[in-house]
């Protein structure tokens, strides 16, 4: 009997693209779930990997199916798999940790000394089905709707990163708004902080950052920002900078707009090397620098859930093209040419 | 020259009742504060010492002008004050600290051993004039209503408990839904909580509870409100309890509903011992237990002012009765009745 | 072929003592390691498994294997088995969470929902092997001698206590100097407390917490222990509180002697409900009271094993007699008369 | 009648070296203290201003008393001064906060926006006497040796950057081996680190690092630091950092061998930008940077005080000479040579 088959988006050579090919539906192991994909979506670093960039050439070994956020439907268990049963709806989180190392034993699995990550180092999510280990599956209400369920993974990033420290009453800079910050905008506002002020270049992602519930989106190319940024907080400076570009300047800015004693927490990845005023700004002050990678597990995903529950993030802002997977190309040219910010693969033929 | 004199609220003689006096408008040394009081809001703490119970009696040496809830206008400062002008809309932290004992010396000033209570140690708020240190002078944003800054005292207990860790994303239950219980009902959802459960006998309270944002009211006299807690948890129980009643069934019933590793943040003050099951709800549940009292000084009342001035925070449901100080038996009465939450008095002739 | 036997000590009916019997050496699943007992430590919990107390008789079901404290060889590894080879040197953590419910998924297994524990709910370590997922087992430096490895669920308890909050320049009182709280003046002391003040009423125990480093011995029959610690603080009372007794009254005294804003670590089992002047002793003070159960998954085993590696700890006072298994009545005896404190059995004849 | 005079190592004149002048005893305020200065220290910022470097020259404005490590005797209470009596020992604080901006308001005064150094923005301690605000004033227990009590300054730069964190059972780097450095190793080990690796360019220090306790001091110059760092640490990396160099190396080691999760505490201040591998380094090992400025006021104090009196410090190598404050220029010589580390001045007459 041939096994059965499926359609998936794969990077089958090392270079710029992708194509849609029909591949074996993966079979799975005693502790892993297999997953029937309601909707896909696309991360910028799938664009990354759909260019070929630098980056990609160092990591990835194709053929490989890519993809690492979505939410489905559990179709089939393993024998050793509780807690799940098929009709479930989830989504999953899609690093892997090795539960051995030390990070691992200390309950910092998100830090994972060996990590693999699913869509980028194993098969992933923009396919019809996909396989994940039950350990990463990650149960939804199914009062969630499908277009929230599917960015779990990027507004876990931004969960992860508002929430590392108190944000109630406090002034809080986003320095960077594309999906995750827009999206810590968000959290930031239904955290209860006072006062939101947004920096970000793009004039269409401003106009977003104030749809998210910015109180300023700033434009660091029109002004300074930082003395803007003081200005807003009474001379001050923020109580925390939620860094979500990586651009050396905007840390630079981020972090002098912080006051003394403030939180700066940072998510987005330079390129390369960044050169910091270390003393007027971190040592001197007495700030506490964060490194945030990927999503606590499951500590950010408890948290993420019950804001998403309990209605208190619109999102809404943030979708724009809903494609069958088909369209691909399509929606990385949108990407592309910085028209889009989520867009949304439907792999089952369904779109909605 | 006889020196100015003004109405005062006072407790005379050691028994039940009040005098409205004429006193002397207080004389200020170098680093005090002389505040016209604009409204004053009663405590029940004011209500004990107007009936005169047992702990007014121990506590107490008349005659003393009593009240601590309140805001105003500063009329006058002292030789050495910096930082305050005549004009400036003020309200105070009434919790005078020593500044040299232990907990003064590690920044926890708000447990100090020398603790001396302005309205209860000292002539307080109820008159036309209050004299303030300085140091515990709190300057108001202008775009804050009077009866919001009136009752910045029990709001700043409120948040102090609130906020005395993570909310966000989290369920909590509020026993107890006297004004700050109430308060914290509106701190918790304005600081992200996804779920608030509160507990109260009273019909009228809980009927506001609902108003202040709580997504359940619940009475334990009709029914098992740990059952219901733990049912509207998916059964795991509360994330944070928040307890204002002091009642030892309300601090049971609420350490029942808190799921392991859960935080419980006591704030209402048990009339006597109280027994509790330390083992399964404290010790076996891997649970912080954390005694609040006054508020941070004066991180809580940086927080608290960033909330209100950003409007998060909607408290007018507390509000009910405004009165001139002159009606004051009518005030207590009311309260004495169950039938007010916060009652305004203005000492100084105008109500609004 | 018949199964291999061994030698294992038995709770086989629901009575006082226990059987020394021949039983099949347990079979091992996919992902368990069996592990060759070198030295077994008899708990207190074994003492009432032992003589069948209250407690026993509501959640043990004999037949069963008892004893929990134990280090061993690995014998033979399951076949999903990585990162442990027959030969290694290892403990085991025997609080078996079930990693599903909630606590689990926040990282606090400690608390887990589901635990099972081994040598309480399914078969323990006295007897010549156990069974241990591999998940619970735990790598031990051969550096560590055999006597301290068997006492590493004690030593854990009492690192996990400790090490719950800051130590390093603080005053530390233990109140109840069983072998645990005698654990926790040693790791104290090795933690940098600056005072550690040990309450007990036993005259040995008072003599071995000084040789385990108490500062100070004090025997509540004698004299006001609050008075006396008070005193050694220049009057501001302990910063830290370590209950490791569970009595009533040991937790009203140190509640007392703690200081406001203090910590205090509760992680003795009171036998039933325990009165507390809740107002006074924790509100009031601004105090923080944390339920400590098992020991972090695992945290607390990386800091223990640091501090035993690096020779911080001696718990040689702590050591009594060493006996081969088949003296075991021996052991309880010597338990029940409190002439000892940890008594190590030896079931692979060796006795060292 | 002519005022008092004494003798005072000034800064006279914009350029390099210092002058000993008699000047007029300083008069005090209602809430000073006049100390009569029994050991003075020198620091390495006092050598800068006795170079006249870049930074002296930018914000000293001479004439100037300088000197602000120090201990004494109260000669002198200002009106006002409560809990201070002449012949008190005590040592100072010598960063004066404002009381006013928000990180005062906060409880974070170290990092006070309005700070004035005493020593270097008003006269400091070189001279017979010192006049302190009464807040600033820290009582010593008469235990504490003399000259312990003189480099409380630093020690408490040390305390405040050790304990920063948790470091009982954890490794520690400490990069950079000067006075402060030094100190770090003796209060981390004391603090219960399993393992501390120092690292110093300087052979000498790197003596004086293993004196103090350093398990190993590696030098940056002779191999691969960070390798052998991660070969002490079992491969994982360090689980703490002490940064005290500054220097732009010794901040790339020290991140580099931190641990995923890691925390680094930098106090070194950097004579300019430094570049950092902010991704590998910090982003994507979720470590946590703190910068450190100061001590807490007066947190550090505390748990310094706690810590000398209970002589769990050994800080007897870091002492050199001892001179009377005539002899200044051989002084600042022997440090400008690299010979000494911690070198004291009597302005008294006697010297011990």
């Not at 090919?21 to 799938?46: F, K, M, Q």
């Not at 519930?213 to 029109?222: H, K, M, T, V, W």
């Not at 993420?304 to 979708?319: D, V």
């Not at 990385?332 to 867009?343: D, H, I, S, T, Y």
Request: net charge negative.
């Amino acid at each position: 009997m041939p096994s059965p088959t499926m359609k998936a988006l794969r990077k089958a050579r090392p270079d710029r693209g992708a194509q849609l090919e029909s591949i074996p539906v993966p079979s799975i192991g005693p502790n892993d779930v297999l997953v029937r994909v309601r909707a896909a979506s696309i991360c910028g670093t799938d664009l990354h990997i759909y260019e070929w960039d630098a980056w990609s050439q160092s990591r990835l070994r194709p053929p490989l199916t890519f993809g690492h956020e979505f939410c489905g439907v559990v179709e089939k268990i393993g024998d050793e798999v509780a807690g799940f049963a098929p009709g479930d709806f989830v989504s999953a989180e899609m690093h892997v940790n090795c539960g051995h190392c030390l990070p691992c034993r200390l309950g910092e699995g998100h830090v994972c000394e060996n990590v693999r990550i699913i869509g980028i180092d194993v098969d992933g999510c923009f396919a019809e089905f996909v396989r994940i280990p039950a350990r990463n599956v990650w149960k939804i209400d199914p009062s969630i709707p499908v277009h929230y369920a599917a960015v779990m993974d990027p507004l876990g990033n931004a969960v992860h990163t508002v929430l590392a420290g108190p944000v109630a009453g406090r002034t809080v800079a986003v320095t960077g708004c594309g999906p995750i910050g827009l999206m810590s905008i968000a959290v930031a506002r239904a955290a209860g902080a006072s006062t939101v002020i947004a920096t970000e270049v793009n004039a269409y992602r401003r106009e977003l950052a104030t749809k998210m519930g910015a109180d300023a989106a700033l434009d660091p190319a029109a002004g300074d920002v930082v003395a803007q940024a003081k200005d807003m907080t009474g001379g001050d400076g923020v109580d925390v900078l939620l860094e979500m570009s990586g651009h050396p300047e905007a840390i630079h800015q981020g972090l002098a707009m912080l006051r003394p004693g403030g939180r700066a927490s940072l998510l987005g990845i330079p390129r390369g090397p960044v050169t910091l005023n270390l003393f007027d700004d971190v040592i001197g002050k007495g700030v506490v620098v964060q490194g945030i990678f990927g999503r606590r597990m499951f500590g950010t995903w408890v948290e993420m859930t019950a804001l998403l529950k309990s209605g208190r993030l619109n999102l809404e802002p943030l979708f724009h093209e809903r494609l069958p997977i088909e369209n691909f190309q399509q929606a990385f040219e949108l990407l592309e040419a910085g028209r889009a910010n989520k867009v949304l693969l439907f792999p089952n033929g369904f779109v909605d």
